[in-house]
């Protein structure tokens, strides 16, 4: 039920991964959300939101939703006069979570675009709202390339691991200024990286720490094919056969440039201390979403290890030598996880002071097996996505 003495939240964002989960523990919570969105090719904005609603299984709380189609590239949000006034008379607080995630150097206009040029509108709208809180999600990797102690302040870097990194870095500091000369104060929310719910493994997005698993995945099942349907003529080549134990042998060894971790939070401990942080904040701050628990990419082999019935994946870090033989399942995984290297072996330590004063004693859990487990067995299942709201075959 809507609780009148909530503030009304514009929400942007909300058919993303983290805008669909907090606008579902939103409305759980009594609020009353305006989702601002847009249409695709096939679906109205209406249909979009309500697939996901039935997902989460909230399809009564369909009521404390207003759904409003807008550009945030055009005048006045690309709706009609009356229409923006009456939006800007009922908002009282604004969440930002559209982004283009893409890492793609080629797509740096598309992302620079959604990013930051789109900025102005919800910025405007902001201040013609007069709204008592803006709150924008970003990402804890605006401290940059060349940084190892990452604090909750705005970044001052130059250097980035990707373009998302930069467009992300850029929009914080428009703003943070932009809420400073208008007076509204601002949260600025940093997760590291986020995948799928730690208990039940669901998850409405299958990039970031799922790719790479993937595309082991994908690689692994082209040798299984050649080995029960070929006669492994393919995998006999390069030494890949299936043991007495019935684990897939396979040489894939993955180069790392060095030593490091992957910073890895659930989205429900994302939801739950947005939702602190959300409902606790006076006057605004920045906050990092981190885990204090690192995850190395050793123990995410073993893990895959178990899971998939596979052996022969090593770690090195260091560069290959410039006359080393790859084999085709090592260059095949080289390309699928490039653009995610980087992250495979972070070294950056972020600070949570204001995190841990708003949060209390909330923590993400440490990645277990279990997790893993849950989280690779849904993506499998759902077939990385494809089958996301196919009803009958959603596990969870």
Not at 74 to 97: D, R, S, V
Not at 214 to 232: A, E, M
């Amino acid at each position: 039920m809507f609780n009148k003495k909530k503030p009304i939240i514009a929400l942007t964002g909300a058919t993303g991964f983290l805008g669909s989960h907090l606008m579902a523990s939103m409305l759980s919570g009594g609020y009353k959300i305006i989702v601002l969105g847009r249409p695709t090719k096939e679906e109205t904005l209406q249909e979009r939101i309500s697939k996901l609603l039935r997902w989460f299984g909230i399809e009564e709380l369909a009521g404390q939703l207003e759904l409003v189609e807008i550009d945030f590239l055009e005048p006045m949000l690309g709706i009609p006069e009356a229409e923006y006034k009456n939006l800007c008379a009922i908002t009282e607080q604004i969440i930002h979570c559209a982004s283009d995630t893409s890492f793609a150097e080629r797509k740096r206009d598309t992302i620079f675009k959604s990013n930051v040029s789109s900025l102005e509108g919800i910025l405007e709208f902001a201040a013609n709202a007069d709204v008592n809180f803006f709150h924008y999600i970003s990402t804890a990797y605006v401290a940059g390339a060349n940084v190892t102690f990452c604090k909750e302040s705005i970044s001052s870097s130059t250097g980035f691991l990707n373009v998302y990194e930069e467009s992300k870095a850029q929009a914080e500091k428009i703003i943070a200024s932009f809420c400073k000369k208008y007076s509204i104060p601002c949260t600025i929310i940093r997760p590291s990286i986020v995948y799928g719910d730690s208990h039940t493994g669901r998850s409405l997005k299958f990039n970031a720490l799922y790719f790479p698993l993937k595309s082991l995945k994908f690689v692994r099942d082209i040798y299984l094919n050649d080995l029960k349907n070929n006669g492994g003529k393919k995998s006999e080549k390069y030494g890949i056969f299936i043991d007495d134990e019935g684990y897939l042998r396979m040489p894939l060894r993955i180069y790392l440039p060095k030593k490091g971790a992957l910073n890895l939070i659930p989205v429900d401990y994302f939801v739950n201390a947005t939702m602190k942080i959300i409902a606790k904040t006076s006057s605004g701050g920045i906050f990092h979403l981190t885990n204090h628990a690192y995850t190395k990419l050793e123990t995410i082999t073993a893990y895959n290890e178990q899971l998939m019935m596979m052996k022969g994946v090593e770690i090195i870090y260091g560069k290959s030598a410039e006359n080393e033989i790859r084999n085709p399942s090592e260059e095949l995984f080289d390309r699928f996880i490039e653009p995610y290297l980087a992250y495979l072996s972070d070294n950056r330590i972020f600070d949570r002071v204001n995190t841990d004063e708003v949060t209390g004693n909330l923590y993400p859990p440490e990645f277990t097996y279990e997790i893993f487990k849950n989280c690779m067995e849904y993506a499998i299942d759902v077939k990385w996505g494809e089958l996301i709201f196919v009803e009958e075959n959603v596990t969870g």
